[in-house]
Structure formats: C-alpha cells, structure tokens
C-alpha cells in the first residue's frame, strides 16, 4: 500500500484506507464473503466515474441572509442523498452496485465520509482513498470502492510539480471479478478558464504524466488490466488527451460516436451554452477494452429542461446565485467489464 492514501485535513494525519470504516455497528451488520469465493465472483465488473460538482460540506455559521449561495446542511444534504441514490440506481440498470467509484471536485475526507457512511450506501461495504491536493479551490480526486470486490494493494499519488492543480491518484488493486490486479488512475485535469491556448500546456502536463505511469505498467505487462478515468477537461479528440492514449484506448471516442447517432438529446456529460461535450471519460488498456462497454448515466433525475437552449440539461446544485437543487453539472460515466469466463465454475 502506498504511503499517502487518506487523510484527516484537520489534525494532518495520514490513515491507510483499512481505518476508514463506518460505524461498528453497520459494519458488524455486512455479511463480507472472502474473495477466493468462486461463486461469488462478479458477472461484471462496473467502474463509474462522477465529476461531483463542488461537492463541500457546510461552513460554520453559514447564513442565507448574507448569501443566497450558502450551502446549509439541509442543501448539502439533498445533494449527498442525490449523489447516493444515483450509485445505488446502477443496480437496477445493471444488477451490479460499481464496484470501483472514481470522483472529482470534492472537499475532503470528512465530506467523503459523509456521502459514504450517512447515506443507504452505507450497508454496502464501500470504503475511501482520498488524499489533498495542493489545489487552490480545495477540490481533490478520490476513490470509493466495495472491500469485497476490491482489495487494495498498493495507493500513489502523482503530483504535477509545475502549478497548484489536482494530483492524479493511482490504486493498485485485486479485482475477484476479474481475478487480475486491476490498475486505476483517478483524473481531473486543469480546465480551460485561463483560455485554451494558455491552458494546454497544463493538460499536456497532466497527459504527459499518466501515460508515463501507464506506460511503465504496460512495458512489465503488456496485458496490464489499465483503467484510467476522469474529468479530462477537454474533448477526446484533443492533444493532449490522444498523447495519453498513444498506447491506450480511449472508449469515449465511440460513445460520443454511437451518442451522436442516436435519438437521444444527450450527446455527451456536461452541456455548455447548448452544446453537450464529453469531458469525462475511460481510457483503458486493450485487455480491458475488449471487454468493455462505457456509457453515460443520463437519469431522469439528474436533468431538467434547458429554457435557454432547448432539450435538457444537468440539474445542478447552482447556477449562478441560484439553488437548483441538484447534484452536479456532469452526468456520471459507467464502464461495464465483462468477467472472463474462467472465473466461473
């Protein structure tokens, strides 16, 4: 395990992902199944991924008198039961709660905690890795992941040196749906607010890193099970993500392709000034693209009607100094693996 995987932004301390655990007595209530149980083993691995928006807890003393943009605890928890609800409604699409649960924009550990422990996902068994960041919004990538199908084996962070932006974070770990070490890295790359042109040497940066990482996986196995996923903050098709796929496979490419086709108004994960982009995406290994299928999760009650520019968009939790309501201005992205058969009797 790495050395850095969680830590308390209060005290500074570092825990390893075994200590962060609900309850005792939630925890006492999962019936946990060991991971060499064959009949247990997962039909299909699902990974989702969910730019979460700003996703901070409460300030102190907040007032709505002073500004109408306030989070109060009832807003904050009106988001988190959102956000819970979502993960959970994966189950009924797929038969599968995910597995693995990459996010981006969140505050802290205790945030975390707060969606993970205080919401029905708690009988589920998920667990956190979450390190801060240096960025300078206090926003932070993180994973959630089931214990009885994820075990974790070793947690890194990768740093860009050069500026003050999100770390990319990095978990090794055993899959038993896919019997396999499965190796994951977390994204959010810095934005175009400063202007494209100006920004791109930053998401080069950002590019230039994973694919280092990911390519030193793939030179000691070439089969390597690699998923990297995230809020990229630009377009498949741009250079700097195509850098990093030079030895990957970028699955939005032909989601927003089949998306395009379609009949359904929602062609990508996050829709601005009418127009829909795919920012967040799954760029996997080809052992993992073989068996994979990405999809973006457009339920109902994430979306709303779009006045301005027709058809729906996002409902997220503000637009401007006005509370939505809802959960985010990004639609989660799902990624199914199908299980190789040699994992079932």
């Known amino acids: 395990m790495g050395k850095y ?4 932004r209060r005290t500074g301390t570092f825990y390893p992902p075994a200590y962060i655990k609900p309850p005792v007595t939630v925890f006492l209530a999962l019936k946990i199944k060991p991971m060499n149980d064959t009949a247990y083993r997962l039909a299909l691995l699902l990974v989702l991924f969910w730019n979460l928006e700003n996703f901070f807890s409460p300030q102190p003393h907040a007032s709505l ?9 009832n807003r904050f928890n009106k ?3 959102i956000i819970s609800k979502t993960i959970i409604a994966v189950k009924d699409e797929k038969g599968y709660y995910p597995s693995v649960i990459g996010v981006c924009e969140v505050e802290n550990l205790k945030t975390l905690r707060r969606l993970v422990y205080d919401t029905p996902l708690a ?4 667990r956190i890795i979450h390190k801060d960041s240096p960025d300078s919004r206090g926003i932070d990538v993180a994973l959630i992941y089931r214990d009885e199908d994820f075990r974790i084996l070793d947690t890194s962070i990768l740093r860009i040196s050069s500026f003050k932006t999100r770390d990319i974070l990095y978990v090794k770990g055993y899959s038993s749906a896919m019997d396999d070490t499965l190796h994951v890295f977390v994204n959010h790359w810095p934005s175009k607010l400063s202007g494209e042109k100006r920004s791109l040497p930053r998401r080069m940066e950002a590019a230039s890193l994973l ?8 030179q000691v196995n070439p089969k390597a099970l690699i998923i990297a996923m995230g809020d990229f ?7 700097p993500v195509g850098y990093a796929c030079e030895n990957l496979v970028n699955l939005a490419l032909e989601t927003k392709d089949s998306l395009r086709k379609s009949s359904s108004e929602i062609k990508g994960t996050h829709k601005f000034r009418g127009k829909w982009e795919m920012l967040d995406q799954f760029i996997v290994s080809e052992s993992v693209a073989e068996l994979s299928n990405m999809e973006v999760l457009a339920f109902l009650h994430l979306l709303q009607q779009d006045k301005k520019y027709l058809g729906s968009k996002t409902r997220r939790t503000f637009n401007g100094m006005r509370f939505e309501g809802g959960a985010s201005d990004h639609l989660p992205i799902l990624l199914s693996i199908r299980a190789p058969s040699k994992n079932f009797n």
């Open 5 to 8: 995987p969680c830590q308390n």
């Open 65 to 73: 008198k002073e500004n109408p943009k306030t989070l109060t605890w």
């Open 233 to 239: 903050n630009d377009s498949p098709s741009s250079r």
């Open 79 to 81: 988001k988190k039961d």
């Open 123 to 126: 009988r589920l068994g998920y």
């Open 211 to 218: 694919k280092k990482h990911a390519d030193s996986i793939l």
